[in-house]
């Protein structure tokens, strides 16, 4: 599967971004479907991620009350919806699939989207 990630941008602090990953195809909905970012010098850490189906998805829990994570699986595509951003934010942004259950160990996924970059300031 190819993904497609999209909506990054440059931000002030406080304000809200809706990332998006795109997978064509028809076998879409067999994934779960995660978030991960990586700063400068850090190292790549979850996000969110989502079930096959949609009714179940995990945050990470430092910044659990600013996300919502979401899937249209008629359109192939997932939505990570960030709220009232932080400088600390600023980072690149991959979505990632996997064929199993719900995971927050990036080492457990299998497909890679190219990674949007997301600049919030201060």
């Known amino acids: 599967v190819q993904l497609q990630a999209s909506g990054g941008g440059l931000v002030q602090a406080g304000r809200s971004l809706r990332l998006s990953c795109a997978a064509p195809?028809?076998?879409?909905?067999?994934?779960?479907i995660g978030w991960f970012r990586q700063a400068p010098g850090k190292e790549r850490e979850f996000v969110a991620v989502?079930?096959?189906?949609?009714?179940?998805?995990n945050y990470r829990s430092s910044i659990k009350g600013r996300l919502t994570m979401s899937r249209d699986n008629a359109k192939s595509t997932v939505y990570l919806q960030m709220s009232s951003l932080k400088p600390e934010d600023t980072a690149a942004y991959y979505c990632a699939a996997r064929l199993g259950d719900i995971a927050s160990n990036w080492k457990v996924y299998d497909y890679w989207g190219q990674g949007t970059l997301v600049t919030v300031s201060s």
């Open positions: 195809g028809r076998s879409f909905s067999i994934y779960s």
């Open positions: 989502i079930s096959r189906s949609g009714d179940s998805a």
